[in-house]
C-alpha cells in the first residue's frame, strides 16, 4: 500500500467551545452545540502581500460551517440558550447571523426566528435560513430598525436574542483572535477587518486583551476596521440615517457595538477607514483572480481597506491578517456578470480545440 493511502491520525478539532473553554462562559453543564467551527486557516497572500511589500496573512473565515465567522458566536450562543431553557432564538440580520443562527438553532432543536430588513439580503444566505427551517419575517426599514425591534419581540416574548448585542456571541467570536495568535505565536502588527454592526471588532480586541492578560501575547495589534463609504457611521463619527452599499452585509447606520468599535481602535492605536463601493468590487476579484479566495463584498472591504492604508502609509516588512468574514458563494449576485457561460459549439475535438485556442490568444 502506498503511503498514500495509508489511514492517517489526524487530531480532531473540537469546537471553539471545547478548545478555548476556560476564556468562555460555559460550565460542564452547558450542552455543547458544536458544527465544529474554528480552526480556520491564516493562508499566506501569494500575490497582493508581497506587491506591497508586507507578510499578509489571511484569515480564512469564510471556511466556517456556515460559510461566515457567525458560527464562533452562535456555538456559543446557542448553546447558552440551551442551557437556560429558552424556547427559541431570534435576531435582525443582513443575512450572515441569520444563516448561522438558523444552523445552529436545528442543531440543537430549537427554532429560530428570523428578522430581516426589506433593504436586501444576499440570496445565499436567505437560501441558507429557509434550508435550516428558519421563520422569517420582514420588516420595512434597514437592518437598524430591524435590529431595534427584534430587541423589543424578544424582550416581549421571551426569546433568547442571539444578536451580537448578547455577550455570548462576542465571547465566541474572539477565539479568532486566540487562534491567529495560537499560529503565529505572537500577535500580528496589525489585523484589518470590515465593520458593520461593530460585535467583530470587540471581539478580536478583547480576545487580543485576554490573551495578553494571561500572558501568551506580549502585545496586542493595532486593529484596522473598514467601513463601506456608503455605510461608515464610525468614520464619520455619527449614525447614517440610510445607509447604503454594495455590501449588504455591512450596511449598517448605527452599529451596537459602537464603543466596543472605539475602545478597540482607540486603545490599540488603529484607525477606521472607509472604501467605495468600487474599490470594495475591485479588491473581491483580485482576491478571486489572484489569491484563489473567493469572499462575499464585505470582506474584500477588508483589503480595500488595507491597500488604501499601504498607499498613504506602507506597513513594509509588517505582518498583517486580513480577515476575510464571509464566502463569496453567499452573494452570487454581486459577482461579475462574466459568469455567464459562452453558447455552445459543435462537441468535436477539432471546434473545442479551436474555440480554446482562441480563448488562450
Ligand atoms: C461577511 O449578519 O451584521 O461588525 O446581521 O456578514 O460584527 O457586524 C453581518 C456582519 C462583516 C460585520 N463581514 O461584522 C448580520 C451582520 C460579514 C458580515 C460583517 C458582517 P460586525
Not at 113 to 127: C, S, Y
Not at 308 to 331: F, I, N, Q, S, Y
Amino acid at each position: 500500500m502506498s503511503s498514500l493511502h495509508r489511514p492517517v491520525d489526524l487530531p480532531t478539532w473540537p469546537g471553539v467551545i471545547e478548545r478555548y473553554r476556560s476564556f468562555l462562559p460555559v460550565t460542564p453543564r452547558t450542552p455543547v452545540i458544536t458544527l465544529l467551527e474554528g480552526n480556520t486557516p491564516l493562508l499566506e497572500s501569494a500575490r497582493l502581500g508581497p506587491r506591497m511589500g508586507l507578510r499578509l496573512l489571511f484569515k480564512l473565515e469564510s471556511v466556517n460551517p456556515s460559510g461566515s465567522f457567525k458560527d464562533r458566536g452562535m456555538t456559543v450562543a446557542v448553546s447558552k440558550a440551551l442551557e437556560a431553557g429558552s424556547r427559541a432564538v431570534i435576531c435582525a440580520s443582513t443575512g450572515n447571523t441569520a444563516a448561522s443562527a438558523a444552523a445552529y438553532a436545528a442543531r440543537a432543536g430549537l427554532p429560530c426566528l428570523i428578522v430581516l430588513p426589506a433593504a436586501g439580503v444576499a440570496a445565499g444566505k436567505l437560501a441558507q435560513a429557509f434550508a435550516h427551517g428558519a421563520l422569517v419575517v420582514t420588516v420595512d426599514g434597514g437592518f437598524d430598525t430591524a435590529l431595534a425591534v427584534t430587541r423589543e419581540v424578544s424582550a416581549r416574548l421571551e426569546l433568547a436574542l442571539v444578536n451580537s448585542v448578547n455577550p455570548h456571541r462576542i465571547a465566541g467570536q474572539k477565539t479568532a483572535a486566540f487562534e491567529i495568535c495560537d499560529v503565529l505565536g505572537a500577535a500580528p502588527d496589525l489585523v484589518v477587518l470590515p465593520v458593520g454592526n461593530a460585535g467583530n471588532i470587540t471581539a478580536y480586541w478583547r480576545g487580543f486583551v485576554e490573551y495578553q492578560a494571561a500572558g501568551l501575547i506580549t502585545a496586542p495589534p493595532r486593529m484596522v476596521g473598514v467601513q463601506a463609504a456608503g455605510a461608515a457611521p464610525l468614520v464619520d463619527g455619527r449614525p447614517v440615517e440610510r445607509p447604503q452599499t454594495v455590501a449588504s452585509a455591512i450596511c449598517i447606520g448605527n452599529p451596537a457595538s459602537w464603543q466596543g468599535a472605539v475602545a478597540a481602535v482607540g486603545e490599540s492605536r488603529g484607525r477606521f477607514i472607509k472604501v467605495s463601493d468600487d474599490a470594495i468590487l475591485a479588491a473581491q476579484e483580485r482576491l478571486a483572480a489572484e489569491e484563489g479566495i473567493l469572499v462575499e463584498p464585505a470582506s474584500a472591504a477588508a483589503l480595500a481597506g488595507l491597500q488604501e492604508l499601504a498607499m498613504a502609509e506602507p506597513p513594509r516588512g509588517r505582518t498583517v491578517v486580513c480577515v476575510l468574514t464571509g464566502h463569496g458563494l453567499k452573494d452570487p449576485g454581486a459577482l461579475p456578470g462574466a459568469a455567464a457561460p459562452p453558447p455552445p459549439v459543435a462537441p468535436t475535438g477539432e471546434a473545442v480545440s479551436r474555440a480554446v485556442l482562441s480563448l488562450l490568444g
